[in-house]
C-alpha cells in the first residue's frame, strides 16, 4: 500500500502491503480471543480517554501525515483531530454512567394478566466490529473515529479496514490506539488495521466478525452490505452511502435574504472542496426576481472560489466525467462551470434546471444523484406544487434544510409547517435557516437517513451511536447469585435502572 499525494498524483512511500486472507483470519481471531479485556467499564473509559490522549501528544505527526494524504490542509485537519479525541472521550463519559446499558428490572407479579415472572434485561457487546474508514475524514471517519470509539465503548474489539487515501495517517492513529490499549492493561489485539481491497471482503466475511460499520459510496457500501446480509449467519451492517441533502428556499426568504441565502449555499457547497457527506448538492429556489437575486450572489461568492484538489484522482475524473454529463442535458445551465481547473485540481461552480424538468423523470434524473465534488444544483420552481412534485422522487438523505423567512419562521405565514413536513420523511436530520455541513457530536444528534443515506435506523455521530454494538439479553427468574452484577438488586456497579417501569432515583 502506497501513500499518494494527491496534490501531484506521485507515490510518498510505502506503508504496507494488502493483508492476505490468512492475515484477516489472525487478526479477527486475536480480535475475538481479546474481548474479554473490554469486560469491564472502568477499564473501556481508560482505553478511551488515554487513546484520546495520545493522539493528541501525536497531533503534529498525525496532521502532516494526513495533509501529505489527502490535502485538506492543516487547519482543517487539526479541528478533526479535536473532533476525534473529544468523541473518544465523550464515548468514555458514556460508558462511566452506564445508562447505555438500559438495565430493566422487572419483579414478579401474580397480579398481571398473564402473571409476569422476574425478568431482568440489559445490553452486551456484540462481538468484533469491523469498521471501513472514510475517504474524506481520515481521523474522525476513520481508524481512530466515531465508529471505532462508540465500538470500544460497548465492549467491542474493531479491525478498521483502512482506506487507500491515507494508509500512512491510518498507521500513525492504529500506533496510538494500540499503544493506549497497552498502557491501560488492555490487549492491543482489540484494535487492528488491515489495508487492501480484498482485505474488505475477507473482513465483512468472516465468521467471528459480529457487526461492520462502514462509510463511503453506494456502490462500495452496498457491495458490503449484500455481502453481510448472505453469510450464512448474517450481521448488522452500518453503512453511510451517500446523500443529496436538498434545501429548500421559499421565495420569501428569498425575497428578505436572498444575498445571505446565496452566500451561506457557496461556502457549505464549497467546504473542503464540496467533499462532505452533508454538502447541500440540491436546492429549490424560486423562479423569478428573488430567485434571481439568490443566483447573483451565489455566482459571485462562488466565481471568487480557488480551484482545489480533491482527495484523490480518481475522485476528481469522476467529478468531471459527472459534470460533463450533467451540463450535457437539456435546459441546464452553468451560470459558474465547475470541473477541471487544472492537471490535479477542480473549480467549484452549479448548474442549474427548471424543476418541472426534475418532476418530469427520464434523463434529467442524473441531477438527483451526489456528485462528490464542489458543485450544486439549483433547481428553479414555479409553485409549491412543483416544489412538492421533485420533493416526492428524492431518495433518502442524511439531511434536509428549508430557508424561511421571519414571518415564516414565526408560523405567522406561508406553508413552512407543510414543507418542514415534507422534508422529515426524506432525511435523518432537519435543519431551518441553516446549513447542513458540520455535524456536532452532541448527544441529540443523529447522523442517517433513509437509504440510500444509510443501511440502518442508527447513528453515526452522538451518544447514540453505541447502540449499534450492543444486543439486548433478558434473564428470567434467575437466582440472584447467579445474575451479572449489572442486574442485582442491590445495584453494586451503581447504574441507572428502570425498575418496575420506573426510573430509579440515585444518591
Known sequence: MWSVDPRTGKQREQVAVEATAEEVDRVVRAAHAARGSLADRAVRAALLRTAADLLDEARDQLVEAADAETALGPARLTGELARTTYQLRAFAAIVDEGAFLDVRIDHADATQTPPWPDLR????????????????????????????????????????????????????AASALRRA???????????????????GLELVKHPLIAAAGFTGSVRGGRALHDAAASRPVPIPFH????????????????????????????????LGVGQFCTKPGFVLAPAGPAGDGLLKSLTDAVSNTDAGVLLDHRMRDNFVAGIKERVELEDVAAPVTPGSGGEHT?????????????AEGGPHDVLLEE??????????????????????????????????????????????????????PLAGRVLVNGWP???????????????????????????TAIERWLRPVAYQDTPAALLPPELRDENPLELPRRINGVLEQRG
Open 239 to 270: 453503512g453511510e452511502l451517500g446523500s443529496l441533502n436538498p434545501v429548500v428556499v421559499t421565495e420569501a426568504a428569498a425575497a428578505e435574504r436572498g444575498d445571505q441565502i446565496g452566500a451561506g449555499l457557496a461556502g457549505s457547497m464549497t
Open 346 to 358: 477542480v473549480s467549484a461552480g452549479f448548474l442549474t434546471v427548471p424543476a418541472r424538468r426534475l
Open 181 to 199: 490499549a497497552e498502557r491501560v492493561g488492555v490487549s492491543a489485539d482489540v484494535i487492528a488495521v488491515v489495508h487492501g481491497f480484498d482485505a
Open 121 to 172: 434485561r440489559y445490553k452486551l457487546p456484540l462481538g468484533v466490529v469491523a469498521v471501513y474508514a472514510a475517504s474524506n475524514f481520515p481521523l474522525a471517519f476513520s481508524v481512530p473515529g466515531g465508529d471505532t470509539a462508540s465500538a470500544l465503548a460497548a465492549g467491542c474489539p474493531v479491525v478498521v479496514k483502512a482506506h487507500p487515501d491515507h494508509p500512512a495517517t491510518s498507521e500513525v
Open 437 to 463: 455541513t458540520g455535524v456536532a457530536v452532541a448527544p441529540a444528534q443523529h447522523h442517517g437517513g433513509p437509504y440510500p443515506a444509510t443501511t440502518s435506523t442508527s447513528t453515526s455521530v452522538g451518544g
Open 371 to 424: 456528485c462528490f465534488g464542489p458543485v450544486t444544483v439549483v433547481a428553479r420552481y414555479e409553485s409549491d406544487d412543483e416544489i412538492s412534485a421533485v420533493l416526492g422522487r428524492l431518495p433518502g438523505n442524511l439531511t434536509a434544510t428549508v430557508h424561511l423567512s421571519a414571518a415564516e419562521g414565526e408560523g405567522t405565514e406561508g406553508r413552512a409547517g407543510e414543507l418542514i413536513s415534507e422534508l422529515t
